[in-house]
């Protein structure tokens, strides 16, 4: 079974910088989607950045232009560069993977445990 194991949450100032990483510890070479998502106490998981095989970067409104989502194949991991922090990306962020391109849509088949991120104002 597949596991993916995120790091690099924790609680930073408004403006401050964060980069989670996402590795797969089992070779995840045919899993061709990738995603991060975050989830806020009473409020639903939401998408916030993917990417494909190709390269092909997908964000949600609320974070385009301050965070990057990238993969590195040579080291099984994904990570999301998070610039501009604001008390509102406080969240429990996710890491997600899946054969099938669900972009920011929930339906990924792997997920990881979460990171946690907070951001004070």
């Known amino acids: 079974q597949l596991q993916l194991v995120e790091s690099g949450g924790g609680s930073v100032q408004a403006g401050g910088s964060l980069r989670l990483s996402c590795v797969a510890l089992?070779?995840?070479?045919?899993?061709?989607?990738w995603g991060w998502f975050r989830q806020a106490p009473g409020k639903e998981r939401e998408g916030v950045a993917a990417i494909t095989y190709t390269g092909t970067t997908r964000y949600a409104d609320s974070v385009e232009g301050r965070f990057t989502i990238s993969k590195d194949n040579a080291k099984n991991t994904l990570y999301l560069q998070m610039n501009s922090l604001a008390p509102e990306d406080t969240a429990r962020y996710y890491c997600?993977?899946?054969?099938?391109?669900?972009?920011?849509?929930?339906?990924?088949?792997?997920w990881g445990q979460g990171t946690q991120v907070t951001v004070s104002s």
């Open positions: 089992l070779n995840s070479a045919y899993l061709s989607y």
């Open positions: 997600a993977a899946d054969r099938r391109n669900y972009e920011l849509t929930t339906g990924y088949l792997y």
